[in-house]
């Protein structure tokens, strides 16, 4: 019995000083911190004893995360070796230690030293009682910031080489203390400054929000004036002999408005389409028509400035395609739209 508990108090004393230190939401701060255990007491030769069980009771306040105080008492009783004439003997232990944790988690090493007496009280000779110091090492493990398990092995020096050792194993608690946070505040995320229509220009520094990708701006963002004219081509389906715009060209034509309004001087001009079928003199009112049928769109949709657009109906003169087919004949139902980019854009004040 008294071997395992040696080797259990051995163990426990291998595994924590291997475990390496772990860190978690357990940090020992100030407190009170109560302890008992068991363990194993040898005493020095000369005093002609047995290695017996002890027992443990700790009391100590811990000043911070590195230093604690702690007073201890420990009591064993001893079987005498061979004909010695003291017999047994009761031992009793009170020191004061001073514990240096080397680090702070939920596995915590520690050196000590202290300071006590001991008292050997023989059953047939008198006490004994010896001053000493002592020295040891160990380990907590803490299952919760408080309840922790203890492994202590210790050197006990009385008479300048007459020293014991106890090995012990005890459990203990510390009070005043509650979890650590483990939450780190995540590194900011760099976020890429929006550029919303995608003219190159970050919408802090945009004064034309809504200019269209495909022109040229300045660090403004604003359309650049340019002596080439931009030209839209819209491909659009009419019904036979209408000039009625269907809504799903909606989106072109909202497209075709935001180039407008990036140059509001430039003058605009809207050329009408045709294909072939039908009399020539037919076409060439309808291609007006369907002309003017945009430019009231632009003017009533988008605010477009009515004095800025002319319309122009070129019926089927102006052919992109072949009339004799189905899909040529789509091609050539079209509208020409040409603003004029040389006037000054858009303000970038």
Known sequence: MKKSIL??????????MSAGAMADNIASDAGVTVSGGVGIYSTDKERMLHSDTEYNLGLGYRFNESWE?????????????????GGSADVSNYRLDGIYYLSNGR???????GVGENTYDYKDISKDKDEQINVGVGAKYFFTPGLFVRADARAFDARGGVVDTAATLSVGYLFGQEAKSTYVEPAPVAVAPLDDDNDGVVNDADNCPNTPAELSVDEHGCAVASDTPIIQDIQMEFGFGSDVINPEYDGQIEHLASVMKAYP????????????????????????????????????????????ITTVGKGESNPVASNDTA???????????????????????
């Open 327 to 349: 899909e040529g004949r789509k091609l050539n139902r079209r509208v020409i739209v040409t603003v004029d980019a040389s006037g000054t854009a858009e303000s970038s004040i």
């Open 7 to 16: 080797a259990a108090v051995i163990g426990a004393n291998v595994i924590a």
């Open 265 to 308: 001087t430039g003058n605009i001009v809207i050329e009408g389409h045709t294909d072939s079928k039908g009399a020539a003199a037919f076409n060439q009112k309808l291609s007006k028509q369907r002309a003017d049928a945009l430019a009231n769109k632009l003017v009533s949709d988008y605010g477009i400035d009515e004095s800025r």
């Open 107 to 113: 596995f915590q090493p520690y050196l000590s030293a």
């Open 69 to 85: 105080a702690e007073l201890n008492y420990m009591q064993s009783s001893h079987d005498g070796k061979g004909n010695f004439d």
